[in-house]
């Protein structure tokens, strides 16, 4: 899907986007610059509420420590890229 950058630095997120990410009015909108590329992730009202059920199965400290190491990994990356 492709947007378009408006003067004022706004764009358009794409309705197909928004409903399958629940991306609603005032939902805020982390970017992260990767080098390259660039990630946009849509911080749910309620982080803990949006977590439950993601790790069902494991523990729960497991889980939380998998993706954190995740996120340092990505952060590495991001940085050496730099």
Not at 10 to 16: C, R, Y
Not at 30 to 35: H, L
Not at 57 to 75: D, F, N, Q, V
């Amino acid at each position: 899907m492709k947007t378009t950058v408006t003067k004022r630095g706004q764009t358009a997120i794409p309705a197909k986007l928004r409903k399958k990410f629940s991306i609603q009015d005032q939902t805020k909108l982390e970017w992260v610059d990767e080098g390259d590329t660039l990630r946009i992730i849509p911080i749910p009202k309620d982080p803990i509420a949006s977590f439950r059920g993601k790790s069902k199965g494991k523990g729960l400290t497991k889980a939380l420590i998998e993706a954190r190491h995740e996120e340092r990994a990505l952060e590495e990356n991001s940085r050496r890229k730099k």
